[in-house]
């Protein structure tokens, strides 16, 4: 049984900075890519940053410059480094993790952390 956890969000002021937090356990041989989505009310969920298993990365272009995803392998956790933070940042964060169970799995599967609210106010 594999469980993501994603943490870090909180209400901060325009221009801070929050840093989130995702790590996965239970059964996992390893881990493919890891990833952040959002979303906020009335909107779609949005991919903001994801990153492969050897350090690739893609960032939504709103992001870009500001958000850093990063991860340590050994602690099956990816972090969201969220700096310059604009009120349209403001969404539930949802970390994923692609996550093989077993040596012998032909595929990645992807779970889910619960999402933590990130709130910027103006």
């Known amino acids: 049984q594999v469980q993501v956890v994603d943490s870090g969000g909180n209400l901060v002021q325009a221009g801070g900075s929050l840093r989130l937090s995702c790590t996965a356990s239970g059964s996992i041989f390893s881990i493919n890519a890891m990833g952040w989505y959002r979303q906020a009310p009335g909107k779609q969920r949005e991919l903001v940053a994801a990153i492969t298993n050897i350090g690739g990365t893609n960032y939504a272009d709103s992001v870009k410059g500001r958000f850093t995803i990063s991860r340590d392998n050994a602690k099956n956790t990816t972090y969201l480094q969220m700096n310059s933070l604009k009120p349209e940042d403001t969404a539930v964060y949802y970390c994923?993790?692609?996550?093989?169970?077993?040596?012998?799995?032909?595929?990645?599967?992807?779970?889910w952390g619960q999402g933590t609210q990130v709130t910027v106010s103006s």
């Open positions: 994923y993790a692609d996550i093989s169970p077993s040596i012998s799995s032909s595929y990645f599967y992807r779970h």
